[in-house]
């Protein structure tokens, strides 16, 4: 399962506050309740292939790509200078000539593609 406009979804997740405990660990604010967290964790594998959690309801019901995901993604990427954007499709992901990463799902061919470039 992964959420239908990620360009719009991208856009609401750049609001939230991203709080990085470590490179796998973000804390992300809740969209809907002002006096909650949600925690995102987040593993690479060598492939260049990311595998998250978080503990919204969303992700909950095998869900990827989350706004606080996405904040948290982005959170890290900013530490290092770098922003992210967001693909249904490999061949959409490969034309933007940037590094490419793989957000996997709960099942194969469930993941959204990213690329990452220098800037904000
Ligand atoms: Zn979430």
Same mark, same amino acid.
């Given at each position: +399962? ?13 609001? !939230?506050?991203?709080? =990085? !405990?470590?490179?796998? $660990? ?6 809907t309740t002002?006096? #909650?967290?949600? $925690? $995102?964790?987040?593993? %690479?594998?060598?492939?260049?292939? =990311? ?8 992700? +909950?019901?095998?869900? =990827? ?7 948290? !993604? ?8 770098? #922003? ?17 990463? %793989? ?10 593609? =990213?690329?990452?470039?220098?800037? !904000?």
């Amino acid at each position: +399962m992964k959420p239908k406009n990620i360009k719009h979804l991208q856009g609401r997740a750049r609001n !939230l506050k991203a709080h =990085i !405990l470590n490179r796998n $660990v973000i804390i992300v604010e809740s969209t809907t309740t002002p006096t #909650a967290n949600h $925690v $995102v964790t987040v593993e %690479y594998d060598s492939e260049g292939t =990311i595998h998250t959690r978080c503990t919204c309801p969303w992700a +909950m019901n095998g869900g =990827i790509a989350c706004a606080h995901t996405l904040a948290a !993604l982005e959170a890290l990427a900013a530490k290092r200078g770098r #922003a992210l954007s967001f693909w249904e499709s490999r061949d959409e992901a490969r034309r933007q000539k940037h590094r490419t990463f %793989y957000l996997a799902g709960r099942k194969q061919d469930e993941g959204l593609w =990213i690329t990452s470039r220098s800037g !904000l």
